[in-house]
């Protein structure tokens, strides 16, 4: 079965410190993967998506970046963090039309608290 | 741009009763409808999905319909009790999303009290 790993769990930051959050998904190859934020107040937003490997669509111009330097894995980072970006981060797979669904399958997330 | 929305924002009803969560999407052209349950401060379960093509989709004592030309879906609870307490979220994907692009509402949260 498929399992999607994301560390770390919570992160409290400075102003203007890196970010690197992680997410790797085991069980299945050739995911679609996406990175998502949720702000307080606020819907779940796209933030990032990936077909494939060095493959990257960002949906928010903003700060953050996303790399996948592997099959299955997907980085999620900052080189100087605004309070703004303070929220719960959430990374999701898919399959490439699976019964033609894309349907969507969530990590934990990470908690990230900038101060 | 396709919006969801989501009514209530809130519910909270004693442990038995049947609920019905509504969602509502502005354009009717999507490929599927998904339901999602979140528990304070952890990830999205994935509860049902509903193709375009279905009117409904059941597991357990959770039934989600879908009317597509009205833009809308309901998700409807059974019997309900206090271990169903979460945020209830609905996302649909629009149709030539090939790219599983999903639109999100921001959520019903439910608690249920014995």
């Known amino acids: 079965s498929q399992t999607i790993h994301q560390w770390p769990a919570t992160l409290v930051q400075p102003v203007g410190s890196p970010l690197s959050l992680e997410c790797t998904v085991e069980?299945?190859?050739?995911?679609?993967l996406y990175w998502y934020r949720q702000a307080a107040g606020r819907g779940l937003q796209l933030l990032f998506y990936?077909?494939?490997?060095?493959?990257i669509s960002s949906e928010v111009p903003q700060n953050l970046s996303a790399s996948r330097p592997q099959d299955r894995q997907f980085i999620l980072s900052s080189k100087k963090l605004l309070l703004s970006d303070s929220g719960f981060y959430l990374c999701?797979?898919?399959?490439?039309?699976?019964?033609?669904?894309?349907?969507?399958?969530f990590g934990p997330g990470t908690r990230l608290t900038v101060t | 741009k396709q919006e969801v929305t989501q009514i209530p924002a809130a519910l909270s009803v004693p442990e038995g009763e049947n609920l019905v969560l509504n969602c509502s999407f502005t354009?009717?052209?999507?490929?599927?409808l998904q339901w999602f349950r979140q528990d304070p401060g952890k990830g999205l379960t994935s509860l049902l999905l509903?193709?375009?093509?279905?009117r409904e989709q059941t597991s357990g004592r959770l039934n989600a319909s879908l009317d597509k030309s009205s833009g809308r879906s309901t998700l409807y609870i059974a019997a309900s009790q206090p271990g169903d307490s979460a945020t209830y979220l609905c996302?649909?994907?629009?149709?030539?999303?090939?790219?599983?692009?999903?639109?999100f509402g921001r959520g019903t949260q439910l608690t249920v009290w014995p």
């Open positions: 990936s077909v494939g490997i060095g493959q």
């Open positions: 509903i193709q375009s093509s279905q």
């Open positions: 999701a797979w898919s399959g490439k039309g699976l019964a033609g669904t894309y349907e969507q399958y």
């Open positions: 996302a649909v994907r629009p149709r030539g999303s090939t790219l599983g692009r999903l639109y």
């Open positions: 354009d009717s052209a999507i490929y599927n």
């Open positions: 069980g299945t190859s050739n995911p679609n």
